[in-house]
T-cell receptor
Protein backbone atom coordinates (compact mmCIF):
# COMPACT_ATOMS: atom_id res chain seq x y z
CA UNK A 1 0.00 0.00 0.00
CA UNK A 2 1.10 3.53 -0.69
CA UNK A 3 1.16 6.53 1.61
CA UNK A 4 1.94 10.20 1.16
CA UNK A 5 3.30 12.67 3.68
CA UNK A 6 3.08 16.38 3.11
CA UNK A 7 5.40 17.82 5.67
CA UNK A 8 3.85 21.27 5.99
CA UNK A 9 0.15 21.86 6.56
CA UNK A 10 0.46 25.61 5.99
CA UNK A 11 3.05 27.69 4.13
CA UNK A 12 2.81 31.49 4.23
CA UNK A 13 5.02 33.43 1.83
CA UNK A 14 5.28 36.91 0.42
CA UNK A 15 4.52 37.67 -3.19
CA UNK A 16 7.47 37.13 -5.56
CA UNK A 17 9.28 34.91 -3.04
CA UNK A 18 10.26 31.34 -3.92
CA UNK A 19 8.35 28.45 -2.39
CA UNK A 20 8.81 24.72 -1.91
CA UNK A 21 6.01 22.39 -0.86
CA UNK A 22 7.38 19.09 0.34
CA UNK A 23 6.00 15.66 -0.44
CA UNK A 24 7.36 12.25 0.50
CA UNK A 25 5.79 8.95 -0.44
CA UNK A 26 6.06 5.33 0.58
CA UNK A 27 5.47 2.43 -1.77
CA UNK A 28 6.81 -1.06 -2.40
CA UNK A 29 6.16 -0.79 -6.14
CA UNK A 30 6.82 1.71 -8.90
CA UNK A 31 4.52 4.71 -8.77
CA UNK A 32 3.04 7.60 -10.65
CA UNK A 33 3.12 10.93 -8.80
CA UNK A 34 0.82 13.92 -9.01
CA UNK A 35 0.28 17.38 -7.65
CA UNK A 36 -3.26 18.75 -7.56
CA UNK A 37 -4.36 22.27 -6.70
CA UNK A 38 -7.63 23.30 -5.10
CA UNK A 39 -8.68 26.93 -5.17
CA UNK A 40 -11.22 28.06 -2.55
CA UNK A 41 -14.65 26.44 -2.97
CA UNK A 42 -13.60 24.54 -6.06
CA UNK A 43 -12.73 20.98 -7.00
CA UNK A 44 -9.23 19.65 -7.56
CA UNK A 45 -7.27 20.37 -10.73
CA UNK A 46 -4.25 18.47 -11.94
CA UNK A 47 -1.17 20.69 -11.71
CA UNK A 48 1.51 18.32 -12.92
CA UNK A 49 2.39 14.65 -12.99
CA UNK A 50 5.34 12.30 -13.17
CA UNK A 51 4.75 9.09 -15.09
CA UNK A 52 8.18 8.22 -16.49
CA UNK A 53 11.16 9.77 -18.24
CA UNK A 54 12.61 13.08 -17.10
CA UNK A 55 12.47 13.42 -13.34
CA UNK A 56 11.79 17.16 -13.59
CA UNK A 57 8.24 18.01 -14.63
CA UNK A 58 6.74 21.45 -15.17
CA UNK A 59 3.32 23.04 -15.22
CA UNK A 60 2.14 25.81 -17.50
CA UNK A 61 1.96 28.34 -14.66
CA UNK A 62 5.57 28.11 -13.51
CA UNK A 63 5.49 25.29 -10.96
CA UNK A 64 7.90 22.38 -11.21
CA UNK A 65 8.43 19.17 -9.30
CA UNK A 66 11.30 16.75 -9.22
CA UNK A 67 10.96 13.03 -8.69
CA UNK A 68 13.73 11.73 -6.45
CA UNK A 69 13.51 7.97 -6.22
CA UNK A 70 16.30 7.53 -3.67
CA UNK A 71 14.66 10.01 -1.30
CA UNK A 72 11.12 8.99 -2.27
CA UNK A 73 10.23 12.63 -2.71
CA UNK A 74 8.30 14.75 -5.18
CA UNK A 75 8.67 18.32 -3.94
CA UNK A 76 6.84 21.16 -5.67
CA UNK A 77 8.64 24.44 -6.30
CA UNK A 78 8.02 27.83 -7.82
CA UNK A 79 10.74 30.49 -8.05
CA UNK A 80 8.38 33.46 -7.69
CA UNK A 81 4.81 33.17 -6.42
CA UNK A 82 1.79 35.36 -7.11
CA UNK A 83 -1.22 36.23 -5.01
CA UNK A 84 -3.26 34.03 -7.35
CA UNK A 85 -1.24 30.96 -6.31
CA UNK A 86 -2.99 31.02 -2.95
CA UNK A 87 -4.65 27.60 -2.76
CA UNK A 88 -4.38 24.19 -1.19
CA UNK A 89 -1.98 21.77 -2.85
CA UNK A 90 -2.25 18.00 -2.67
CA UNK A 91 0.41 15.46 -3.50
CA UNK A 92 -0.87 12.07 -4.64
CA UNK A 93 0.55 8.68 -5.60
CA UNK A 94 -0.78 5.81 -7.65
CA UNK A 95 0.85 2.44 -8.17
CA UNK A 96 1.68 1.50 -11.73
CA UNK A 97 -0.50 -1.19 -13.22
CA UNK A 98 -2.91 -1.44 -10.32
CA UNK A 99 -6.44 -0.23 -9.80
CA UNK A 100 -5.39 3.39 -10.45
CA UNK A 101 -6.43 4.41 -6.99
CA UNK A 102 -4.92 7.71 -5.96
CA UNK A 103 -3.68 8.06 -2.40
CA UNK A 104 -3.53 11.69 -1.30
CA UNK A 105 -1.52 13.57 1.23
CA UNK A 106 -3.30 15.77 3.74
CA UNK A 107 -2.62 18.91 1.77
CA UNK A 108 -0.56 22.08 2.15
CA UNK A 109 -2.31 25.41 2.29
CA UNK A 110 -0.20 28.00 0.50
CA UNK A 111 -0.99 31.60 1.35
CA UNK A 112 0.72 34.31 -0.67
CA UNK A 113 0.73 37.67 1.06
CA UNK A 114 1.30 41.07 -0.60
CA UNK B 1 -11.86 17.20 -20.54
CA UNK B 2 -14.46 14.64 -19.68
CA UNK B 3 -17.75 16.07 -18.51
CA UNK B 4 -18.39 15.07 -14.95
CA UNK B 5 -21.21 16.44 -12.86
CA UNK B 6 -22.23 15.82 -9.28
CA UNK B 7 -25.67 16.30 -7.79
CA UNK B 8 -26.80 17.76 -5.57
CA UNK B 9 -24.16 20.45 -4.95
CA UNK B 10 -25.35 21.06 -1.41
CA UNK B 11 -27.52 19.02 0.92
CA UNK B 12 -28.56 19.19 4.54
CA UNK B 13 -30.07 16.05 5.99
CA UNK B 14 -31.05 14.67 9.35
CA UNK B 15 -29.24 11.98 11.28
CA UNK B 16 -30.54 8.53 10.44
CA UNK B 17 -31.91 9.31 7.00
CA UNK B 18 -30.58 7.71 3.82
CA UNK B 19 -28.88 9.98 1.31
CA UNK B 20 -27.82 9.31 -2.27
CA UNK B 21 -25.27 11.37 -4.17
CA UNK B 22 -24.97 11.09 -7.91
CA UNK B 23 -21.96 11.31 -10.19
CA UNK B 24 -22.55 11.48 -13.93
CA UNK B 25 -19.98 11.37 -16.72
CA UNK B 26 -20.59 12.10 -20.36
CA UNK B 27 -17.75 9.92 -21.71
CA UNK B 28 -17.16 6.22 -21.54
CA UNK B 29 -14.59 6.08 -18.74
CA UNK B 30 -14.34 2.78 -17.01
CA UNK B 31 -12.95 3.84 -13.63
CA UNK B 32 -14.88 6.08 -11.25
CA UNK B 33 -14.20 6.99 -7.63
CA UNK B 34 -15.82 8.56 -4.62
CA UNK B 35 -13.68 10.51 -2.16
CA UNK B 36 -14.49 12.53 0.91
CA UNK B 37 -12.52 15.60 1.89
CA UNK B 38 -12.17 16.69 5.49
CA UNK B 39 -9.88 19.34 7.01
CA UNK B 40 -6.61 17.81 8.13
CA UNK B 41 -7.31 14.53 6.33
CA UNK B 42 -6.96 15.43 2.68
CA UNK B 43 -8.99 13.20 0.39
CA UNK B 44 -9.81 9.66 1.36
CA UNK B 45 -11.19 7.00 -0.94
CA UNK B 46 -14.63 5.66 -0.06
CA UNK B 47 -15.44 3.31 -2.96
CA UNK B 48 -14.47 2.93 -6.55
CA UNK B 49 -15.78 1.22 -9.65
CA UNK B 50 -13.93 -0.43 -12.51
CA UNK B 51 -16.96 -1.17 -14.64
CA UNK B 52 -20.71 -1.66 -14.62
CA UNK B 53 -21.64 -3.56 -11.45
CA UNK B 54 -17.94 -3.85 -10.54
CA UNK B 55 -17.12 -1.98 -7.37
CA UNK B 56 -14.71 -2.22 -4.49
CA UNK B 57 -14.10 -0.62 -1.13
CA UNK B 58 -11.68 2.14 -0.30
CA UNK B 59 -10.13 3.03 3.03
CA UNK B 60 -13.24 4.67 4.60
CA UNK B 61 -16.13 2.59 3.23
CA UNK B 62 -18.02 1.88 6.48
CA UNK B 63 -21.52 3.37 6.35
CA UNK B 64 -21.44 3.85 2.58
CA UNK B 65 -22.59 1.79 -0.36
CA UNK B 66 -22.32 2.37 -4.11
CA UNK B 67 -23.97 1.24 -7.27
CA UNK B 68 -23.11 1.44 -10.93
CA UNK B 69 -25.85 0.08 -13.16
CA UNK B 70 -24.63 1.94 -16.25
CA UNK B 71 -21.28 3.32 -17.30
CA UNK B 72 -22.16 6.98 -16.95
CA UNK B 73 -23.58 6.96 -13.41
CA UNK B 74 -21.94 6.14 -10.10
CA UNK B 75 -24.15 6.53 -7.04
CA UNK B 76 -22.98 6.88 -3.45
CA UNK B 77 -25.48 6.07 -0.70
CA UNK B 78 -25.19 6.87 2.97
CA UNK B 79 -27.43 4.19 4.38
CA UNK B 80 -28.16 5.99 7.65
CA UNK B 81 -26.45 9.37 7.78
CA UNK B 82 -24.43 10.33 10.85
CA UNK B 83 -22.83 13.62 11.84
CA UNK B 84 -19.38 12.12 11.17
CA UNK B 85 -20.37 11.90 7.51
CA UNK B 86 -20.64 15.66 7.24
CA UNK B 87 -18.07 16.33 4.57
CA UNK B 88 -17.40 17.40 1.01
CA UNK B 89 -17.74 14.49 -1.39
CA UNK B 90 -15.89 14.39 -4.67
CA UNK B 91 -16.40 12.09 -7.58
CA UNK B 92 -13.54 11.45 -9.97
CA UNK B 93 -12.90 9.58 -13.19
CA UNK B 94 -9.66 8.07 -14.35
CA UNK B 95 -8.73 8.99 -17.88
CA UNK B 96 -6.87 6.61 -20.10
CA UNK B 97 -5.44 6.35 -23.56
CA UNK B 98 -6.43 2.91 -24.70
CA UNK B 99 -5.43 0.61 -21.88
CA UNK B 100 -2.82 2.97 -20.47
CA UNK B 101 -3.51 5.18 -17.47
CA UNK B 102 -1.81 8.44 -18.23
CA UNK B 103 -3.85 11.40 -17.23
CA UNK B 104 -4.57 11.15 -13.57
CA UNK B 105 -8.03 12.04 -12.47
CA UNK B 106 -10.67 14.55 -13.39
CA UNK B 107 -12.74 15.65 -10.44
CA UNK B 108 -16.29 16.83 -10.16
CA UNK B 109 -17.14 20.06 -8.38
CA UNK B 110 -18.10 18.32 -5.16
CA UNK B 111 -21.17 17.87 -2.98
CA UNK B 112 -21.21 19.58 0.39
CA UNK B 113 -23.20 17.37 2.75
CA UNK B 114 -24.23 18.46 6.23
CA UNK B 115 -25.80 15.94 8.60
CA UNK B 116 -27.65 17.58 11.49
Amino acid sequence: AQSVTQLDSQVPVFEEAPVELRCNYSSSVSVYLFWYVQYPNQGLQLLLKYLSGSTLVESINGFEAEFNKSQTSFHLRKPSVHISDTAEYFCAVSDQGGSEKLVFGKGTKLTVNP
Amino acid sequence: DAGITQSPRHKVTETGTPVTLRCHQTENHRYMYWYRQDPGHGLRLIHYSYGVKDTDKGEVSDGYSVSRSKTEDFLLTLESATSSQTSVYFCAISQRVGEEFTYGYTFGSGTRLTVV
